[in-house]
């Protein structure tokens, strides 16, 4: 037990100075219930074809929320999950002017508290007595943010003059919706004398960001610039029941996420206690004559 305990905190002090939903666990069991407490933080970079602001921004983003999986199979299972998450975005641009002039630009949102609800679905296809596993899943999120403003930072250089700079309001208010869904392939194993899970898997993400700005009646729609993205994580499960989870993700390219989560599995269908075997019988013996004296 005390190997245990020190494995947790060590697990939990790692991450946490680092620092998205235990995507390659194995599924939890038919009729088993396991909510969490989870929190990721992620970096990222989108693309648009528009013609506005924020044409390339570079978006973070802070995810708190809660996590249900519930195996309605003993191999499949459902994953809700609602809470806030807050995200800003960046992009900046430089442009040489004709004469030796530099001007550089770069815009940056407040942070947007948002709130973030998704639904989705995992199988387990495979897995051995040995603790070997493969999976997959897909999962559908999104995020709506309402009522955040941005800033634009100006640079002017005029060689040998020192840079010329300012800070503008854009006066713009900012609505943003995004619409997330991924799919992944994983494959973990159990190490079932210590109760730990390390696994590793692919996934690709198809998302849409919608940002309108009303001081300037207009919209404009991004897409992520690297899709596809690798992550690896650990599970480990104290006393089979409390649950704790870390998992780090990266895009091949400028992106990455750390995410942990805390959960305690609940069995909806556990069988009662078999009920105590009747004692036996007790053992009656013949009652002995006493012999008569002659």
Request: hydrophobic residues 40%.
């Amino acid at each position: 037990m005390c190997k245990r305990v020190v494995l947790v905190v060590f697990l939990i002090m790692t991450f946490s100075i680092c620092a998205l939903a235990g995507e390659g666990s194995d599924t939890v069991g038919g009729g088993k219930l396991l909510p969490q407490l989870r929190y990721g933080c992620a970096v990222s970079s989108w693309k648009t074809h528009d013609n506005g602001a924020l044409t390339s921004p570079d978006y973070r983003s802070h995810s708190y929320y809660v996590q249900a999986n519930w195996g309605i199979l003993e191999n499949v299972e459902l994953v809700g999950l609602a809470g806030g998450r807050s995200f800003m975005m960046e992009d900046a641009v430089t442009v040489v002017v004709p004469g030796g002039f530099i001007l550089s630009e770069s815009e940056k949102t407040e942070w947007a508290r948002s709130f973030i609800w998704g639904l989705g679905a995992r199988g387990t296809f495979f897995r051995t007595d040995s603790g070997l596993y493969i999976g997959g899943g897909a999962l559908f999120t999104h995020t709506r943010a309402d009522d955040y403003g941005a800033t634009i930072d100006i640079s002017i250089e005029i060689p040998p003059f020192s840079p010329i700079t300012a800070v503008l309001d854009t006066g713009d208010i900012y609505h943003t919706d995004i619409y997330q869904l991924t799919a992944d392939l994983h494959a973990g194993w159990h190490i079932k004398s210590i109760g730990l899970t390390p696994y590793a898997g692919v996934d690709y993400t198809w998302a849409r960001m919608v940002t309108e700005y009303e001081g300037i009646d207009g919209k404009v729609e991004s897409h992520p610039r690297h899709p596809w993205g690798i992550y690896a994580g650990v599970d480990y499960f104290l006393n089979d029941r409390l649950y704790l989870n870390v998992e780090g993700r990266s895009d091949f390219a400028d992106g990455w996420g750390v995410e942990t989560g805390i959960g305690y599995m609940f069995d909806l269908c556990e069988k009662p206690a078999p009920a105590p075997e009747p004692a036996p019988a007790p053992i009656i013996e013949p009652m002995l004559e006493p012999m008569s004296s002659k």
